[in-house]
Antibody, heavy 127, light 108 residues
């Protein structure tokens, strides 16, 4: 069965960086995308971006451009999300999810529909 | 950015009754809309995509429809495991996927 297992909780100081991992199993890693979504305490869901493991192409939410990097390691079927220059409002549960790839023309595919989710990683930013 | 407005904010329903949840898009998103359920303390779960296609393992009591930019999720005969928060999500704009603010379905 499809499983996404994320790394453990993190506590970071403002200005630091955090890197969350997401290990996938139970499916062909390159056949689906990986997306990252976060949820601040008591709030709704916020899309952060997505990556196509087949070619490494990424899409990032505009508000995080320049602070976030998403990568994958196809040798270990693991995805990573690094967020830099952390602020207190980055405190949230960070989820990875497997995503269907939608065609956007030519060789372009983007991660669109999120059909299996990791358990979430709590990232706390506090001085 | 495409804004999704969900209503109502909270829906109180008795087990066995039906529930209708709404999601209105700020502009046309074709049928590129998904619905997710999130139970307390759990990760979200995909229910429906492409407006009306049920995800694997989702029971037939969940159904989705569209009229223009207004989307509806209907749950018929609510069961105890259906209570939680429901989110809609559009994937028409690849540069800015967005979620609605959520509708909480609670036990009446």
């Amino acid at each position: 069965q499809v499983q996404l297992v994320q790394s453990g909780a993190e506590v970071k100081k403002p200005g630091a960086s955090v890197k969350v991992s997401c290990k996938a199993s139970g499916y062909t890693f390159n056949a689906f995308g990986i997306t990252w979504v976060r949820q601040a305490p008591g709030q709704g869901l916020e899309w952060l971006g997505g990556i196509n493991p087949k070619n490494g192409n990424t899409d990032y939410a505009q508000k995080l451009q320049g602070r976030v990097t998403m990568t994958t390691d196809t040798s270990t079927n693991t995805a990573y999300m690094e967020l830099r220059s952390l602020r207190s409002d980055d405190t949230a549960i960070y989820y990875c999810a497997r995503g269907m790839l939608s065609h956007c023309g030519g060789d372009c595919y983007f991660v669109s529909i999120f059909d299996s989710w990791g358990q979430g990683t709590l990232v706390t930013v506090s001085s | 950015e495409i804004v999704l407005t969900q209503s109502p904010g909270t829906l109180s329903v008795s087990p066995g009754e039906g529930a209708t949840l709404y999601c209105r898009a700020s502009e046309s998103i074709s049928s590129n809309l998904a619905w997710y359920q999130q139970r307390p303390g759990q990760a979200p779960r995909l229910l429906i995509y492409s407006t009306s296609t049920r995800a694997t393992g989702i029971p037939a009591r969940f159904s989705g429809t569209r009229s223009g930019t207004e989307f509806t999720l209907t749950i018929s005969g609510l069961q105890s495991e259906d209570f939680g928060v429901y989110y809609c999500q559009q994937y028409n704009d690849r540069d800015g996927l967005t979620f609605g603010g959520g509708t909480k379905v609670e036990i009446k």
